[in-house]
């Protein structure tokens, strides 16, 4: 009786050593998947936001979301089957002893013993196959079924960071938008007629302002409501291709962390002033304010001087009248409660960069249609070459509409948006920033000379 | 004659015993090393063996030879056209007792032995072929309502001559399920050829000895099959031997319920028109314990099952005309069969 229960005894031992086996065999394969799941999650995630950022750096916007998009898609169709590759591997005890069995050529020993371990009535060979089990020992040791004690997927895990580290030094190396020449100037004035409203525009709130008179207002208006139904009416892929391009400069400003270029002032004029005026958008508008139209129509077609209307209130007015510009309007951007169709357009105004544009930048730089480069393209003579120091063109009776002043255009290249045509031409020596200069108090000894150099 | 009891047979002692009855045999047969061992298998699994052989390859030899060294009587049959039933099972006879009085007797036919060789089984009509049926299955035969018992061992090895096929009748399926495996007896090769030439035209002739006694060796076999069925095999190897005999049944059989799980090769829809019954998983399992105790193990792997599997299955699976016609056999579609089950585990 006692031998019987020996013999028991020195089964279960026998037993446990095997089964012991098998258990760490099964720990180690599920310790892989386990790193196999974490590793090539955290590769995944890593590996695309490495990619998104490199993209941000060294790719135009709409190139960048795609290769963003697809480096994220393609991460997280990588990271899905990872983790259903692990959840396939683990183990328990039935199958590790499987595997330990094809691995070292067990015929089924072991499976067979991980079947009937648990079971109370063993068979009657069962000391003997606990035996034979026991002198393949050697075979089945866990080092030799699974010698990997860390998963490959530590390769997928060091690549995605050195990804990273790439992208890391990449924003150390490159800036973060491709060079400008110089920061946009702070004023611009332009003619209404240079405008190129883009319906693309993000109508975001970077705290440009537009001013102009009453008139350029109200045509301003006009013309943004008129971009406005156009960009209604635009194909969808048009639409969808600027929203594209409007989210990639937004992710791509987030990621680089490019500085918001600084609130812009517009002062607008209508050089053209008259309704026959090519890109005049109130000229043939049905239901324009019959005010408007004869303020409009009252304007001289050559620009206007400011002493034969002054009650006109043009934001051009030379300097002697300029203070008594009280109706002088300007339009900021969040005035919300402001009337007329510009409050909510949302709509990019661009100085167009179309010859008119580029003739009146030469007219401000000659002087020759100006009266010191205070106002571009408004006209002037001698006596209205000298007087107060310009002040901050703000003033108290002043509108403001809430439109995207920021001088920037969307090519249909899909290039960078955010300068505009303008500012991206290199200035030799011999220019000048295309900025009307500040006036400045003139001494008195100095201003026959002007006079006279102005006359001839 | 009375049997000697004997001391249990451990696992190595099968290995031992086995590998000598077959060293014995291979006195006289020249070759077919794969046939002797799938022979002595089937014996010890405690089936029947259909052996497919052109004349002249042995197999009267390879009988006698089993029989010389297992120390077991055997006979012989030749099965014929106008063979009868009671030609092999056996006859009621009038005989005259002391007292004078004449009574019917029964005359046991050439089934009662050990170890009977049903030489071109497929010559005698179904009839008779199926008065071995009850012989096989059931070790006993039924003669006018009175059963006489086999005495174990029994073993049937029925051969095949796969030509001159004009006036034979096909084995019916039911009798084909009854043989364990179907063994294959080819021609000789060269090498072969010649050490049966010199082994067999020689003054001395090889002379096969008993590996048992004569009192002991009934006993001992019967110890052999035993210790086949203490074999033991995981749930895992029976459920692989399952779904390998569900594999060989066509996906368009009306006899099969449920088709979840089963692999089923594009093949063996083409060529197969019945699958084998659950006699060929019971083969599988059986076939692959000796299997396992030749290797000295005490567990059956699905190694064994897939090793045994060509010799158990190939001759359940009844082929239809497409197969004939494209010239496939019944091995090469378990082949295939044994593929596509492997490809499921796991």
């Given at each position: ?60 916007p709409l ?121 946009p100037?702070?004023?611009v004035?332009l003619d209404l007629r240079d405008l190129t409203i883009d319906p693309s525009g993000t109508g975001g709130s970077d705290?440009s302002?537009v ?8 045509k301003l208006g006009a013309m943004l409501a008129r971009a406005r139904a156009a960009a209604q009416g635009k194909d969808?892929i048009s639409q969808m291709k600027d929203a594209a391009n409007r989210l990639a400069n937004r ?10 270029p600084?609130?812009e002032?517009l002062?607008l ?10 890109k005049?958008p ?49 339009a900021?951007a ?7 169709p510009a409050?909510q357009s949302g709509k990019d105004i661009t100085p167009s960069p179309g010859?008119d544009s ?43 509409i809430a439109i995207e002043a920021h001088p920037a255009s969307i090519g249909d290249d899909g290039g960078d948006g955010d300068r505009a045509p303008k500012v991206d ?32 | ?346």
């Amino acid at each position: 009786m006692s031998e019987v229960a020996g013999n028991q005894g020195r089964n279960e031992e026998k037993l446990g050593v095997v089964l012991g086996q098998i258990d760490t065999i099964r720990a180690r394969i599920n310790r892989l998947a386990l790193q196999q799941a974490v590793f090539v999650t955290i590769a995944g995630v890593v590996g695309a936001a490495a990619i998104a950022v490199a993209s941000a750096y060294l790719l135009t916007p709409l190139a960048f979301l795609i290769t963003a998009a697809i480096a994220g898609l393609t991460a997280l169709i990588v990271i899905v089957v990872a983790l259903r590759s692990a959840w396939r591997m683990r183990t328990n005890r039935a199958r590790a002893a499987s595997i330990a069995d094809e691995r070292a050529h067990m015929d089924g020993r072991l499976t067979t013993i991980a079947a009937f371990a648990t079971t109370p009535n063993r068979p009657k060979l069962w000391p003997y196959l606990l035996e034979d089990a026991l002198m393949h020992r050697e075979d089945f040791a866990p080092a030799r079924i699974e010698k990997r004690r860390l998963s490959r997927s530590i390769f997928a895990l060091m690549s995605a960071a050195a990804l990273a580290l790439f992208a890391v030094g990449l924003t150390r190396v490159v800036p973060p938008h491709p060079p400008t020449i110089a920061a946009p100037p702070k004023t611009v004035t332009l003619d209404l007629r240079d405008l190129t409203i883009d319906p693309s525009g993000t109508g975001g709130s970077d705290g440009s302002q537009v001013t102009g008179d009453q008139n350029t207002m109200r045509k301003l208006g006009a013309m943004l409501a008129r971009a406005r139904a156009a960009a209604q009416g635009k194909d969808p892929i048009s639409q969808m291709k600027d929203a594209a391009n409007r989210l990639a400069n937004r992710l791509r400003d987030k990621i680089t962390g490019a500085p918001k270029p600084p609130p812009e002032h517009l002062k607008l004029a209508d050089k053209g002033g008259d309704s026959n005026s090519a890109k005049d958008p109130d000229s043939d508008q049905p239901g324009q304010d019959p005010s408007a139209k004869n303020q409009s129509g009252d304007d001289s077609p050559d620009g206007s001087k400011p002493g034969d209307s002054p009650d006109s209130n043009h934001s051009t007015q030379m300097p002697g009248s300029s203070s008594d510009a009280p109706a002088n309007q300007q339009a900021s951007a969040g005035a919300a409660a402001q009337p007329g169709p510009a409050d909510q357009s949302g709509k990019d105004i661009t100085p167009s960069p179309g010859p008119d544009s580029q003739e009146s930048a030469n007219e401000d730089r000659n002087g020759d249609n100006d009266s010191g480069g205070a106002s571009h393209g408004t006209g002037s003579d001698a006596s209205g070459l000298f007087g107060k120091a310009d002040k901050p063109a703000t003033g108290d009776g002043s509108f403001q509409i809430a439109i995207e002043a920021h001088p920037a255009s969307i090519g249909d290249d899909g290039g960078d948006g955010d300068r505009a045509p303008k500012v991206d031409a290199a200035l030799n020596p011999d220019q000048y920033a295309d900025e009307p200069l500040s006036r400045t108090a003139v001494p008195p000894a100095d201003r026959d000379a002007i006079e006279r150099i102005f006359d001839q | 004659m009375s049997a000697t009891p004997v001391e249990p047979l451990t696992v190595g002692d099968f290995a031992r015993t086995f590998r000598r009855i077959q060293g014995e045999i291979h006195k006289v047969i020249v070759g077919h090393e794969g046939a002797v061992e799938s022979l002595l298998s089937a014996l010890m699994a405690g089936g029947h063996v259909l052996i497919e052989g052109v004349p002249g390859t042995g197999k009267t030899t390879l009988v006698k030879a089993l029989g010389t060294a297992l120390h077991l009587s055997f006979n012989r049959i030749q099965f014929t056209v106008d063979l009868m039933p009671a030609d092999i099972t056996g006859t009621r006879i009038i005989v005259t007792g002391d007292d004078g009085r004449r009574e019917f007797s029964f005359l046991p036919g050439p089934v009662f032995c050990h170890i009977l060789l049903a030489d071109e089984i497929n010559r005698a009509t179904p009839k008779t072929q199926s008065a071995l049926l009850e012989a096989m299955a059931e070790m006993q035969v039924t003669v006018a309502g009175t059963s006489h018992v086999l005495r174990p061992p029994y073993f049937v090895m029925a051969t095949l001559n796969p030509i001159e096929m004009e006036g034979t009748y096909p084995l019916p399926e039911a009798q084909l399920d009854r043989f364990i495996f179907k063994v294959k007896l080819d021609y000789p090769d060269e090498a072969e050829m010649v050490r049966i030439i010199s082994s067999t035209t020689g003054a001395v002739e090889s002379m096969v000895d008993p590996v048992f006694g004569a009192n002991e060796a009934a006993e001992r076999i019967e110890g052999m099959k035993r210790l086949v069925r203490e074999v033991v095999v995981a749930p895992d190897v029976e459920r692989y031997a399952a779904r390998m005999v569900r594999a060989t049944q066509p996906a368009n059989s009306r006899f099969v319920s449920e088709r979840r799980d089963v692999a089923v090769d594009e093949a063996v829809n083409r060529y197969v028109s019945f699958g084998s019954s659950p006699r060929g998983a019971q083969a599988l399992i059986l076939g692959a314990k000796v299997r396992a105790l030749l290797d000295a193990r005490a567990n059956a792997g699905r190694e064994d099952i897939e090793a045994v599997a060509p010799l158990a299955l190939s001759h359940r699976m009844m082929l239809n005309y497409a197969a004939h016609s494209d010239g496939i056999d019944g091995s090469q579609l378990v082949e295939r069969v044994v593929k596509s089950v492997r490809g499921l585990r796991g």
